[in-house]
């Protein structure tokens, strides 16, 4: 008969999985090994345990290395699932709660964040706050990472597995809503800690922006490397105006590696979350931040800056000084204009026939070693009897790749594309493989197909017998998704020529600058990712 010892009764798996988590805490969540047996017994009640004993059990030295403790969660997963504590369907809102036991309180982690800076600086602490929020779980990194993501077209362009999609503003809407009115809406600060929507986890520290109250929480499923959002602890309307300007530098000062940018505050044209004002940002670098200038341009007025009419596919210009103040006034000067500018010829008004504001600039700064940068996206919202969805939105033979609005991400150079696509271009694949037309339920795919086709014909990439290798197939997938990525942002581009983005600046009184403006984005000692 087997011993005890060799097959240990399920509740005992269960202390030892506990065990490991709080030795997990210890190591990686700054737990107070004082508080080790009350945190403990807090676990203990969730499931009802008694008649503990302690099992010798830990994290492992390999948990020292892991990003977050993804087998040790499983490990209480199962435990508990034999003992009969736990079924599977709860398993997200057990993790969560048990996760949220294990970190500190939100003023421990904001006192904690302030410790760090002021010993170090301000991207030191935000490095810390990161490794913590993957630490405790709330960063989703394990599943990020398994996201497809390659460069293609100048276009960084990502495949989501875990982000929903929605393909119109009503639905983007209503999965940002919030039952019951508690709390107002989905980046409220209250969510901090709010069992309601499994948000035991998250964290925050406070920011204060142009003397305001905001503060900052990283995104469980970010789009790039320290993916966050900076909010207003009010909860008032999205909005852009010469105080965005004076926040986004505020925050670039405190956090030089870091950018930071805003959606247009208006609907088709990103911000799902209008009802409240908030900002976008992190430590990677997009493309069109490192985007070559077409053309420069100075101001008579304001001789320590020059802006950059951006080679870029959308419609976007560099506002660069050592300045703050004039960084403020010439973006400034740029917005009031365009928000009013109409040229019916280019499909461009200002306003809706219920006098609706269409037009809109998505601002976001960073610090190089020019100084600073303000790049302006100019967006539009109408939409047309030809364009119901927006004349300035992805065009409809690129719904099947990409239908939902494009906001400052996406703008910006960095495409999160839905997760379905994982099948629905493998099919494609295959049907290319296989040398067999699409079937009708992926219809929507034959000019994509045709095109990926177009692709390996002119690289020559058939084998003897006139078949494609899977590698090459899937070389063309990532060419053909970075060219229609590309045409998105150009149906995107209120001015479909850089010559009409200069003809508007010069109606301002900028004129076309001789030598242009030395210097690139400057690689900083933060540890931050800059590419």
Known sequence: MASPMEHPAPET???????????????????????ADWIRNRIFALFGLSSYRPTGA??????????????????????LESAGLSDHDDWPAVEDEVMGILTADPARIADAFAEVEGAYDGMAAMRWLYDHCVSNTYVKKSQLDRNPRFESHGIVVTINRVKPEF???????????????????????????????NKRTLRTVPVTLGGEDWFWQFSPYGYFSQHGICVNREHTPMHVDRDTFVHLLDFVDRFPGYFLGCNAALPRIGGSVLAHDHYQGGGEILPMLKAPAWATLHLDAHPDAVVEILNWPGTAVRVVSPSR??????????????????????????????????????PSAIRTDRGYEMNLIFRNNAVSDAFPEGVFHAHPEFWPIKQ???????????????????????RVEDSIAEDRPLPDDMAE????????????????????DGAYGREAIRAAVRDELGSVCERILGNTAVFKNKALTLGF?????????AGGVAGSIAADDSGTERS
């Not at 202390?15 to 004082?34: F, K, M, S, T």
């Not at 994290?59 to 997963?77: M, N």
């Open 167 to 197: 393909r119109n503003m009503k639905k983007a809407a209503a999965g940002n809503a919030v039952a019951g009115g508690y709390p107002q809406c989905t980046i409220c600060h209250e969510n901090e800690g709010f069992a309601g929507r």
């Open 445 to 464: 795919f034959r000019m994509i197909r045709d095109e990926i086709a177009a692709i390996l014909s002119a690289n020559a990439a058939a084998g003897p």
């Open 325 to 362: 103040g004039t960084i403020v006034e010439v973006s400034d000067l740029i917005r009031r204009a365009w928000i009013d500018y109409n040229n019916p010829d280019l499909d461009i008004v200002s306003h809706d026939a219920n006098g609706n504001r269409q037009s809109a600039l998505s």
């Open 58 to 79: 830990t994290a492992g030295e390999d948990a020292q290395d892991a990003p977050a403790p993804d087998a040790l969660l499983a490990r209480l997963r199962d435990a």
């Open 505 to 513: 600046l010069e109606s301002l009184g900028f004129m076309q600058h």
């Open 404 to 426: 939902e609005p494009i906001g400052l991400i996406e703008a910006q150079g960095l495409f999160i594309l839905p997760g379905r696509l994982v099948d629905q271009l493998g």
């Open 13 to 35: 798996t269960v202390y030892e999985a506990i065990d490991a988590l709080v030795d997990y805490a210890g190591r990686h969540l700054d737990l107070d090994p004082r508080n």
